[in-house]
């Protein structure tokens, strides 16, 4: 059988034991040391043609099979009462344990391989993204009472029942969430800032917040609390 010397790809002897049972489609334990002593033998000869250093771990390996090659030729002696341990037995059972090793340090790259293919970014102050011209005008509600009160609003959808969901045909804009407020506050006048999160989506929820934000930011919308922790109203401003 031609072996394909692979330089620098096994991490040590048992890897390469490992790779020559695959190669001869061998079941490990009916591991046959004649063969693969013979085939791992060839692999050394091979590296030591091509002048290559070669880790003292293989050469006690090869040691090893060598000797178990040896007694498996010699000979039972009939009066052979004590029983030693089977080095083949022992061999098998460290190559079996290399084995699940190796699968799961292959699961480990597979997984470190997937991570890596995920970009996070730690959170950060909203108001790192605000302008400073960013106020809620003609208002005694703060931007920090908006988000506490969101924040409040979304602990209690957690324990509540989903809100009804909209199928829309295309993503929705801030622009596009601007629209539909002041077409609700031509109706309705007023109404209770939580009632504009009428759908409970990640983007809807985000979308609605910035554009709150963003018709208080131009006047166009008036944020008023009766009294500090109480009901956040929003109407349309200079009406």
């Known amino acids: 059988m031609n072996i394909e010397i692979k330089i620098n790809e096994f991490e040590g002897p048992l890897d390469l034991l490992l790779h020559l049972i695959k190669e001869a489609k061998m079941d490990i334990l009916d591991l046959k040391i004649e063969l693969i002593t013979d085939q791992y033998l060839d692999y050394i000869n091979k590296m030591e043609k091509m002048n290559l250093d070669i880790a003292s771990s293989y050469l006690v390996m090869a040691a090893e099979l060598i000797e178990m090659k040896s007694k498996l030729l010699l000979p039972k002696q009939e009066n052979e009462e004590i029983e030693e341990p089977d080095p083949k037995e022992e061999l098998v059972n460290r190559l079996i344990e290399y084995q699940k090793y190796k699968d799961l340090t292959n699961e480990f790259k597979e997984l470190e391989e997937e991570r890596q293919k995920i970009y996070t970014k730690l959170p950060e102050n909203i108001n790192n993204y605000l302008d400073e011209a960013t106020v ?79 018709m208080a930011k131009v006047n166009e919308l008036l944020i008023t609390q009766e009294k500090n922790f109480g009901t956040i109203m929003c109407e349309v401003a200079n009406e």
């Open 136 to 214: 809620i005008n003609n208002s005694n509600v703060t931007l920090d009472d908006l988000i506490d009160a969101f924040k409040k609003f979304l602990e209690r959808q957690k324990d509540s029942e989903p809100l009804p969901t909209k199928v829309t045909q295309k993503e929705m804009s801030i622009e596009d969430r601007r629209v539909s407020i002041r077409n609700i506050l031509k109706e309705k006048k007023k109404v209770n800032f939580l009632e504009l999160f009428d759908v409970f989506s990640k983007e809807y929820i985000v979308i609605t917040f910035l554009a709150i934000l963003e």
